[in-house]
């Protein structure tokens, strides 16, 4: 039962002190951006940059978020007028926050045309996206035209997915006489800026011959490296943190301490000043993004797989397994981190200790779950590209192996009865491959393997690699998840 007052504007003031008060309460701006996928993550990072931007300059940015389907968070937050709290929580840090820039949030489904008005308004001068892998619809780096809702949006001229919402609004702002605009992606792939601007691009042709080239000439697409662990919302920490504050806040979040972005310095005009809260605006992303994708996002999957088959709800409780810590330490100092260039800013032991640790924070419990969803898309960025290279210098991806392993077993579990739960947009099409195979594991494996836009061409064909994933695929079935994780790590 819900006994406090709500947060609000009106109520604020009521607020314990710890949450503070934070400035610029309800302040429109001529200086907006719009931002696609107003999720927890984005609500717990990008906004909080400009909050604290706008905290430390006089100049003030206020953020338009969009939600292209559901309208849970702007029916969540619309009647708190869109304020919410972030904790950020470790053994050592329990900081609170309120967040008070997001001015507003459409709704897509509701009304697209709102969302495509708001892009092509005067005042917008950003676009930030969060709308994970698969709200990219690409492949290899480029239009999706067999997606099926990239496809509806060509034919009937209807408005789903990102890369129509976004032509049809610089189409609207050309056609107005509009300056251009720039357009950040944050999310978790390689290129992500250039791979937007390919599908933006490449949607544009099918509208109109002549908006190609005004995109070329007036809008940048920038690249960026976004890192920070938020769980997804849930009923006990909105208990929890409007415990904390005093006021229920049914749009609370929780974090880790840690954050950054690092961003391309490419904006066609001004942006908040991110650097104030600690973003680094950089030349080129590249380094930093694979660095990220391999050595973190690369590892949470590992472990999101390993701990779905140990039995194990949450990340921190399969990290605090030895024989796991041993295998990610393994995983992280012989394969991910040869197989890049590390930035020479970075200390690799250090940044590889501090990513171990971030896992372990059991304050900011993250589910094996969640960052298991999505496999088929995630796996080729944090994991096998990263193989295909160490194959290039000749060093044996073991723990790779295994991890791909595991997502198979995963897989083959669900496909065999549901033993694991897996939510991806190629399921249909993973069962296919899978369940002919489900006793013949040499024809499984092989099977997968030969999955163009999963696994980099030179990789199908690598039979030293294929051989190994079929053996930790293997003994997976007759040894314990320990045993193989000990086998693996002490090769
Ligand atoms: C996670 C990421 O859910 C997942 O797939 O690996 O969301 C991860 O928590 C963030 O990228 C950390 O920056």
Request: aromatic share 6%.
């Amino acid at each position: 039962m819900m006994t406090q007052p709500r947060l609000n504007k009106a109520n604020l003031t009521q607020a314990k002190a710890a949450l503070g008060q934070p400035s610029s309460v309800g302040k429109r701006s001529d200086n907006k951006i719009v931002h696609i996928g107003i999720g927890a993550f984005s609500r717990a990072h990008q906004a909080l940059y400009t909050q604290i931007a706008n905290d430390k300059t006089q100049d003030y940015w206020s953020i338009v978020g969009v939600s292209l389907r559901s309208p849970g968070v702007r029916d969540t937050l619309k009647p708190q007028d869109y304020l919410y709290t972030i904790k950020e929580r470790s053994l050592n840090e329990d900081n609170l926050r309120c967040i008070s820039c997001l001015e507003d949030i459409l709704v897509g489904s509701e009304n697209a045309q709102a969302v495509i008005d708001q892009i092509a308004d005067e005042s917008t001068k950003i676009v930030t996206v969060t709308v994970t892998e698969k709200g990219y619809c690409q492949k290899n780096q480029r239009l999706d035209t067999s997606n099926s809702a990239v496809t509806a949006d060509i034919e009937s001229g209807s408005c789903t997915s990102l890369p129509a919402y976004l032509a049809r609004a610089l189409l609207a702002r050309k056609e107005a006489g509009l300056a251009g605009i720039t357009i950040v992606s944050c999310d978790n792939l390689p290129n992500n800026g250039e791979i937007l601007q390919n599908v933006v691009t490449d949607f544009a042709d099918t509208l109109q011959a002549e908006l190609r080239n005004w995109i070329d000439d007036n809008v940048r697409f920038c690249s960026t490296m976004v890192d920070r662990i938020v769980p997804a919302a849930t009923e006990q920490l909105v208990q929890e943190i409007s415990t904390d504050i005093g006021l229920y806040d049914a749009g609370a979040l929780l974090c880790e301490p840690y954050k950054q972005w690092v961003i391309e310095d490419n904006f066609l005009s001004s942006r908040p000043a991110w650097e104030e809260a600690g973003a680094l605006l950089v030349k080129d992303v590249a380094a930093y993004e694979k660095l990220k994708l391999r050595m973190l996002n690369g590892c949470h999957s590992a472990l999101a797989y390993i701990g779905s088959l140990l039995g194990d709800e949450f990340i921190h409780q399969t990290i605090a397994r030895p024989e796991v810590e041993a295998f990610i330490a393994r995983l992280m100092g012989s394969e991910q981190s040869k197989s890049l260039q590390v930035p020479s800013d970075i200390d690799i032991e250090q940044y590889s200790g501090a990513v171990i640790e971030r896992f372990k924070n059991k304050y900011v419990p993250y589910r094996n779950a969640q960052v298991a969803t999505d496999g088929s898309l995630k796996l080729p960025q944090r994991l096998l590209f990263s193989a295909n290279d160490l194959r290039e210098k000749n060093i044996t991806p073991h723990c790779i192996a295994l991890a791909v392993a595991a997502w198979l077993q995963c897989l083959v579990g669900f496909a065999a009865g549901g033993s694991y739960s897996v939510s991806d947009p190629n399921l249909e099409r993973l069962e296919a491959i899978i369940t002919p195979h489900l006793q013949d594991s040499t024809a499984l494996v092989s099977a997968m393997m030969s999955q163009s836009g999963i696994f980099p061409e030179s990789l199908q064909k690598d039979e030293v690699f294929e051989s190994l994933v079929l053996e930790c695929f293997q003994s997976l079935q007759t040894l314990g998840v320990a045993e193989v994780l000990a086998n693996v790590t002490a090769r």
